[in-house]
């Protein structure tokens, strides 16, 4: 079997990053397309524009909020008018999912500018595109990784600190997840197996965000710059990003995948209901209870959820929680485990989890 290593062309983080954008993307070419919603348009349009110099062209268009086929080839039509030669996808997961796949179709360069580290969307060649009512289609394996990775650190430091938690969600179950698909033989997203160097990033990550997690969502919270922050956010979009797609991904996305598939509109970032997922997990694999203390110690000094109540899901009962096992079981993620995963047992996780 082939082990590969897949990871974004370039990859630059620091405080301010976003002034040495023309620096890193001048040999793309002179026209940009650049992908971002109403909010962060609005945020950023004048920053970039002073970044660049006059003999560059940026042409912004507005992403409607859900990554779905329709928005993808809308942009499309809209970029191709504009003859663009670069695309840059400036936002969250969803609005990075978009670019991705509108970058894709265009066949041009990519730019990825995340404006949160809420997931590890975006150093992948995955692209998750979702139902026009916000639930989960698909997931597509693109033919490339983005060319360039940006990461802003200021920028994140100014976001919302849920985007943060979420992220670290997210991230928490790149190891165990890899550790999973490692032990059943399960193939990655390249159609191979993890490298050691592939593997070895996840553990990486997890040991990161153990030792500095709780300080970054503090500077967060406080707004000031720290060295755990810069750290917290190599780990929730790097390292992660990278591991999870060259390892696979298990129940912790199952579950994700089930939540969405059963619950709409869905009340919770993608992060979060992962790191509920990861628990799911970690109980469905017997974990010790050792170990199960320190990471349930984890989850509520980081404020990450441990139950659907802190999801923002209410009216749980035994007939929704036969439903969403139901919908976990039917994910093709469950295949990834070392086990066979069946309904009644992930329905006994969710109702000791529910207390019900």
Known sequence: ?????????????????????????NYMGDTFAIICDKFVMKMLRELLISVFDNNITLEFFEFNGE???????????????????????????KTIDTAKLVSDLCDLPLVIIPTVASSDAPCSS????????????????????????????????????RTLIAGIGDAFSTYYEARACRQSGALNFSGGVATEAGFELTRLCRDILFEYAEQAKHAVENRYWCEELEKVVEANIYLSGVGFE???????HAVYNGLTAIISPFPALHGEAVAYGTYVQLLMEGTSNEEMAKITDFYHATGMPTSLKELGISDVNLDLLEQIAIAICNTKH??????EVKMDQVKLVLQQLEGI
Not at 69 to 93: D, F, P, T
Request: hydrophobic share 40%; charged share 20%.
């Open 67 to 93: 990554s779905t086929w329709k928005e993808a080839n809308q942009l499309v039509e809209q970029i191709q008018k504009k003859s663009c030669e670069v695309v840059i996808g400036l936002g969250g997961g």
């Open 1 to 25: 079997m082939i082990s590969v290593l897949t990871t974004p062309g370039k990859y630059f983080q620091c405080k301010n990053a976003l002034a040495y954008l023309p620096k890193y993307t």
């Open 126 to 161: 995955i692209s998750v595109v979702y139902n026009e009512d916000g639930s989960f289609k698909e997931a597509i394996k693109l033919d490339r990784n983005p060319d360039i990775v940006l990461v802003d650190t200021e920028i994140i430091l100014n976001a919302p600190v």
């Open 334 to 339: 469950v295949k990834n485990m070392p086990f």
């Open 246 to 252: 060259n390892n696979g991904c298990a129940i912790a």
